[in-house]
């Protein structure tokens, strides 16, 4: 058994799976049946001055049948009074007092945030995050991301709250920006212990094609929305690394967006991630997803042989480098394995029309157009012979081959064949050494 | 001479047939969409080429998952007019279920025949509800006429293209009720009479007439048609029932599969004796393992199969078969027929050879019900159309022309029984063939000659 527990900038949680300020964490009897789940701590949905909501506010992509690949919403902070949020705190810290409890605040005037901070503070928070980051509703009033997208904003803001602030602060960011490094350098500078993102991004989640009332739907309007989910998890993820992968973002990170289950969680945890937070998949499933997490990271770590969840983070951060950087020799070809090719035809149709024209088929009309000097010019040549799938027992008439002189290397009939490991890419060794871009423009070969 | 438009009102209600529940339930909304969105969309996809209409398959199923029902029917109907009957009848996991690449996985196939059948009644629901139709036949006058003898699968695909095209179709059928054997002979717990009327109706609203109790041969002369009208299409099905004429025969209660499927489906006056315990089935077909599933669903105790050969050889689907079995029909391997033994009249058992030991033993029963094929019954129409020694009419494989100028051929009279999608298949051909014929463009055939 691996060691789950993480401090985080002193917030410390006996694992590193939080749940995401939102509806998963609107009040004490949700947090507190969440914690008995196993979940190792939970940010407070956002504590301001009271709003008031418009049905309905939530909207969601379903792809192929997979339900809410990808969620929106038009919620604002909390809707119920800050003297019930501040007593249902304190009752769970009361009960829970090894699971962290980080309350989000959003407020105006510095004198707002003073007195907020501290009712947090004293209701027995672990920790406060600010949020800069919601992309509706708030932000037309200059708080969430009208914060967030302005670093010099942010920067005051956040040492605004570090004047009063007795426990650790987080920033949270919104992923609206151009370059999460001039948010996320802000926070360090205004004096953040941690970064936490990312916010959900501004969407217009769809329109309904019977009414063409854009969704979801208030009466006969909407308004953008917040997207998160699944979908969003590559982006956050390149959010998180870059923010972990730059020498000025000192503090911890707290990776957030479309997490659903363990793996998920690994991912962000080797971009330098130190605790994850999760919403969208809490509200589609339950608390009761945590239970996985919690078994799946343990087996992986035992697996992979590391001791503790802290011997993970920044793993694939060495990795992660420039365009200019990546290796111009590295060649792979892809390879079908005409034992497990089932037939479906994906990799010739996607090469052909999606790629570069490298899978054929014995099934007829051939549109390989290579070795002509007019490439492209002359597409209906029959492919030569020498190429040809050679199968040697059986009828393989079905197993598209591959004109391994031709392929480019780029992945894409792997990535849609249907069957594991039919298709792979296989390295072609050579003796030319690695040679990036940056080295052939420092050898003025560019 | 009737000439038949409502049809759904000719069918007498109390039919034995309506016992039967749908062994292939339909689709809701949500399974319809959960199955088709497993479908991988293959290329080239190996269930169209496995499709003697060869229907575009993949994109139908993806019409369905994307909402798109009318323009997946449609890409359904335009290679196979048949396609709500065929979504029920056909032996799909012989045919484009049995292609599918999932089966390479061990994995469960799409299920194609229960997606077809969704998308049809759905979008022919519409059609009725909206009164928008998914064909408009073309607002020419050809000129051009067509008979056609035998109203089963094959005329009336045939008729349905030529009428969409302005061709004027005339269908003439011997029986008073249309649609072949989709209507006389095929399995109730796949496809009932109503239903089949229902699509004989929709084929016949493109512009297509129909004139039942006209047998061809008797009524009228094919030599007439073939001086009246510019093309005759010749879609009389496969004969009566083959017989064996054991010794033992004459008497009650030894049956033509077909001839007691059809009292079975259509006659509302049929029922089974209620003393009725024990049937045995001779032959090894598809007919044979129908008409025995039919009897055990119909509550016979004991109904058993008797094959001259083995299970492996027998001619019938494993997967019928295996439908069969689950309703308590067994099968007899090995065994030959020699004669039907009475007691004062009454059948007491069927005496057959082992083809093994040569032992000579009797099989109790109160009925045989013999299932051995089909008789053609093409000379019957004209002693002038060509069958080979089979007795199945010949054809042009490119054309379905006959050796008669004119003439063409479709379905079970040429292929010597197959399948309804067979048949609906050379109907649409010889349709084209036609349509070539005279110059006229189908609208179902792109320019470069594929549908
Ligand atoms: C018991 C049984 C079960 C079957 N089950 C299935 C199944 O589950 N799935 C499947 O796909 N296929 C099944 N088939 C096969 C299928 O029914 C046939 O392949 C198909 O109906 C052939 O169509 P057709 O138009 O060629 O001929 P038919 O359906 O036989 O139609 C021919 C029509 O022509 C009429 N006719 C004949 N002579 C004349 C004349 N001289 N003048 C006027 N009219 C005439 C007949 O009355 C008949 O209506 C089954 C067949 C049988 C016997
Ligand atoms: C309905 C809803 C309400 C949310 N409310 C808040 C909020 O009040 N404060 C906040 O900081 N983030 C809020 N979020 C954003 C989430 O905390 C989280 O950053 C985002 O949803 C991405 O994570 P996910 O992909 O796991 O959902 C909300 C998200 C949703 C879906
Ligand atoms: S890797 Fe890319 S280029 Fe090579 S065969 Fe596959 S799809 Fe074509």
Redesign the pocket.
């Known amino acids: 058994m691996a060691d789950l527990s993480i401090n985080m900038c002193g917030i410390k949680s006996p694992n590193p799976f939080w749940l995401?300020?939102?509806?998963p964490s609107n009040c004490g009897e949700q947090v507190m049946r969440a914690f008995e789940m196993g979940w190792g701590g939970a940010v407070w949905?956002?504590l301001g001055k009271p709003i008031v909501n418009v049905d309905s506010r939530?909207g969601a992509v379903d792809y192929s049948g997979t339900k809410m690949m990808g969620?929106n919403?038009i919620?604002l902070?909390t809707d119920r009074p800050l003297d019930a949020n501040f007593k249902e705190i304190y009752e769970v810290k009361r009960r829970y007092p090894d699971r962290a409890v980080v309350v989000?605040l959003m407020a105006e005037s510095k004198e707002e945030w003073r007195e907020i901070v501290q009712r947090s503070e004293d209701a027995g928070a672990d920790g406060l995050e600010l949020?800069f980051?919601?992309p509706h509703g708030m932000c037309e009033r200059g708080m969430g991301s009208s914060v967030g997208q302005e670093p010099v904003v942010l920067e005051k803001i956040t040492s605004w709250v570090m004047e009063y602030a007795q426990t650790p602060v987080l920033v949270?960011l919104t992923p609206n920006v151009t370059d999460i490094l001039d948010p996320g350098v802000a926070a360090v500078r205004g004096g953040g212990n941690g970064i936490s993102l990312?916010?959900?991004v501004k969407s217009l989640i769809g329109v309904d094609l019977d009414t063409l009332f854009i969704k979801p739907t208030v009466g006969a309007e909407s308004t953008s929305g917040?997207y998160?989910?699944p979908a969003?998890k590559p982006i956050a993820l390149n959010m998180v690394a870059t923010l972990a992968r730059d020498p000025r973002i000192t503090v911890p990170i707290s990776g957030?967006?479309?997490?659903s289950n363990w793996q998920d969680s690994v991912e962000y945890f080797a971009l330098g991630a130190t605790s994850v937070?999760?919403?969208?998949?809490v509200?589609h499933y339950g608390y009761r997803i945590v239970e996985d997490m919690i078994d799946g990271l343990n087996n992986y770590l035992d697996e992979m042989g590391m001791k503790s969840v802290n011997d993970l983070i920044g793993k694939a951060i060495p990795g992660f480098v420039e365009w200019g950087e990546l290796d111009l020799n590295y060649d792979i070809v892809a390879k079908i394995d005409a034992s497990k090719c089932i037939g479906c035809g994906l990799c010739y149709i996607s090469c052909l029309d999606g790629a570069h024209q490298c899978v054929h088929t014995n099934k007829g009309q051939c549109y390989a157009y290579h070795g002509e000097p007019d490439h492209g010019f002359n597409p209906r040549i029959e492919v030569s012979a020498p190429i040809r799938h050679q199968p040697k027992n059986g009828d393989l008439a079905h197993v598209p081959f591959i004109d391994e002189k031709e392929c480019v290397g780029c992945n894409l009939c792997m990535l849609v064949c249907p069957v594991p490991d039919c298709i792979t890419m296989e390295e072609i060794s050579h003796s030319k050494g690695k040679e990036s871009w940056n080295d052939r423009v420092a050898r003025g070969l560019v | 001479m009737t000439e038949k438009q409502e049809l759904s009102t000719l069918l007498p209600s109390d039919r034995l047939e309506t016992q039967f529940s749908d062994a292939k339930p339909p689709y809701t909304d949500l399974e319809a969409v959960i199955e088709a969105n497993r479908c991988l969309n293959c290329y080239d996809a190996p269930c169209i080429s496995a499709c003697p209409t060869g229907i575009d398959i993949p994109i139908f199923i993806k019409k369905i998952a994307s909402g798109n029902i009318r323009g997946s029917a449609t890409t359904i109907f335009e290679a196979n007019m048949l396609g709500s009957s065929t979504a029920r009848v056909c032996p799909v996991e012989e045919l484009c279920v049995g292609a599918c690449v999932f089966n390479e996985l061990n994995h469960k196939p799409i299920q194609i025949g229960f997606l077809q059948r969704y998308v049809t009644e759905k979008a022919l629901e519409a059609e009725v509800r909206t009164g928008n139709r998914l064909f408009v036949p073309a607002d020419v006058e050809t000129g051009k006429k067509v008979a056609l003898i035998g109203a089963g699968p094959a005329s009336l695909a045939c008729a349905a293209y030529l009428a969409l095209e302005g061709v004027s179709p005339v269908i003439y059928e011997k029986d008073e009720l249309p649609g072949g054997l989709n209507t006389t002979a095929v399995a109730p717990y796949k496809f009932q009479t109503d239903d089949c009327m229902k699509e004989v109706e929709w084929i016949l609203q493109h512009g297509v007439r129909l004139h039942t109790g006209v047998k061809i041969g008797k009524d009228v002369e094919f030599r007439q048609l073939v001086q009246e009208y510019d093309a005759v299409f010749i879609g009389i099905g496969f004969g009566k029932d083959g017989r064996l004429k054991l010794p033992g025969s004459d008497g009650s209660g030894v049956w033509g599969a077909l001839e007691l499927i059809r009292e079975i489906k259509n006659n509302p006056n049929f029922s089974l004796p209620v003393n009725l315990n024990s049937v045995l089935v001779i032959g090894g077909g598809n007919t044979a393992i129908d008409v025995a599933r039919e009897l055990a669903m119909l509550g016979i105790p004991n109904v058993n199969i008797v094959y001259r050969r083995t299970r492996s050889e027998m001619p019938g689907y494993q997967h019928e078969l295996e439908g069969a079995s689950k309703y308590g029909v067994r099968m007899m391997e090995n065994v030959v027929p020699i004669s039907i033994v009475r007691d004062g009249g009454v059948i007491r058992s069927l005496k057959v050879k082992s083809n093994q030991s040569g032992e000579v033993f009797e099989l109790s029963c109160d009925w045989v019900v013999e299932a051995i094929g089909q008789e053609s019954h093409a000379i019957a129409v004209s002693p002038d159309i060509a069958v080979d020694e089979m007795g199945r009419v010949i054809v042009d494989s490119g054309t379905y022309m006959t050796t008669h100028p004119n003439v063409y051929a479709g379905g079970d009279c040429i292929n010597g029984g197959k399948e309804v999608v067979n048949a609906a298949a050379d109907g649409r051909e010889a349709a084209f063939a036609m349509l070539r014929s005279w110059g006229i463009k189908s609208r179902f055939i792109k320019d470069d000659g594929k549908i």
């Open positions: 995401a300020s939102g509806p949905k956002t939530l969620f919403n919620e902070i989000s949020n980051g919601c949270k990312i916010n959900t917040g998160c989910g969003v957030i967006g479309g997490i937070q999760v919403c969208t998949a509200m």
